[in-house]
């Protein structure tokens, strides 16, 4: 999907830092909010298209046991829905003017999924930590994954920390 409102020419990326496609994890953390603003900023630099991705996976329950909290198509249709929503705010709250912009939101392995759409692309974005529960980590499985198999150059980007009040 292309986004609406993209305004990059075609034909010219490629004539600043040889990238021509730059590819973002997105998932709503602050990493990926940074990672994502990184992104855009990269991609404007080198005149890139930039391709928006984000996963989403139905609890596993479902998967494990068929029939025991199965998952209606109504409340599949639903998490897709809410996923793509989720999309659709991170990039409304970053200033992609002047680039053009594909998205995609997949159901299954955030890191499969990611390392897929980076076979062709010259650049993989990801934050340093997601949403995963150990946030004592250094890097999260996502981003490890993802540096340790990457098809092409990968910059992880951390969070900001909390500013303290004055």
């Not at 991609?43 to 139905?58: I, S």
């Not at 109504?74 to 002047?98: H, I, K, N, P, Q």
């Amino acid at each position: 999907m292309i986004r609406a409102g993209t305004d990059a020419a075609p034909g010219r990326r490629r004539d600043r830092g040889g990238m021509s496609k730059i590819v973002v994890g997105i998932d709503g953390s602050p990493a990926s909010t940074e990672a994502l603003k990184w992104a855009v900023g990269e991609a404007r630099l080198r005149d890139a298209e930039l391709h928006a991705v984000h996963t989403w996976q139905f609890p596993t329950m479902a998967e494990t046991y068929p029939g025991i909290g199965s998952i209606s198509s109504e409340v599949f249709d639903g998490m897709r829905s809410a996923a793509e929503a989720a999309l659709e705010t991170a990039l409304d709250a970053a200033d992609t003017s002047g680039i053009k912009v594909t998205t995609e939101v997949a159901e299954g392995s955030a890191a499969q999924t990611l390392l897929e759409a980076a076979a062709s692309a010259d650049l993989l974005v990801v934050g340093s930590r997601g949403r995963g529960g150990f946030s004592g980590l250094l890097l999260g499985s996502v981003s490890q994954q993802c540096a340790q198999h990457a098809p092409c150059p990968i910059v992880i980007v951390r969070a900001r920390p909390d500013k303290p009040s004055s």
